[in-house]
């Protein structure tokens, strides 16, 4: 896959009916990550499937203890709405965040902010369309009283040119 220029995967644990640090798993991920490709996942709650703990932030912590966190991208800022969670389990641990579906919830939040302000080298943009309009999105980074030009260009480009490579 990385011949043909594919440069990372995202699984979805919930969805694709596996624990996200199971035995099988973690040796996909190894094998994945010895071609350099960025491993994207749906992480934390999900709304849709409350029972379900395949994408529980633990889970997460054993997989960054693992394998590392440089290549790890964690959507949803890594947890929805367990933001004290993320930060103790893998606030500082290396591993990426993106702000696919979060921005909103994460403005109007302190905890949230803190998580961010900790970590603001490991944030992504994201939008999880079609849930969430990227336009909107891109305004409200540029548009942000809070953020600076430095963060605001981290989190629409500067970040992610850490995990790929462009042609």
């Avoid at 094998?31 to 350099?36: A, P, R, T, V």
């Avoid at 929805?80 to 939040?109: S, T, Y």
């Avoid at 943009?125 to 969430?132: A, I, K, R």
Wanted: hydrophobic share 40%.
């Amino acid at each position: 896959m990385r011949n043909a220029g594919i440069q990372g995967i995202k699984f979805h644990p919930g969805y694709q009916n596996f624990p996200a640090d199971s035995v099988e798993a973690l040796r996909a991920y190894e094998e994945i990550l010895k071609h350099d490709m960025v491993l994207h996942f749906h992480s934390g709650f999900n709304p849709r499937r409350p029972q379900c703990d395949y994408t529980a932030l633990e889970r997460f912590s054993t997989v960054i203890n693992a394998l590392g966190g440089s290549k790890i991208v964690l959507a949803h800022a890594g947890g929805m709405d367990e933001w004290q969670k993320v930060i103790d389990l893998l606030g500082n641990r290396g591993c990426h965040f993106d702000i696919a579906w979060m921005l909103e919830k994460m403005r109007a939040d302190d905890v949230a902010r803190q998580l961010y302000r900790q970590n603001d080298d490991y944030f992504l943009f994201g939008t999880d369309t079609p849930w969430c309009d990227q336009a909107h999105y891109v305004a409200l980074i540029q548009n942000s009283d809070t953020l600076t030009p430095d963060q605001r260009d981290k989190l629409l480009f500067k970040n992610i040119l850490k995990l790929i490579d462009l042609p």
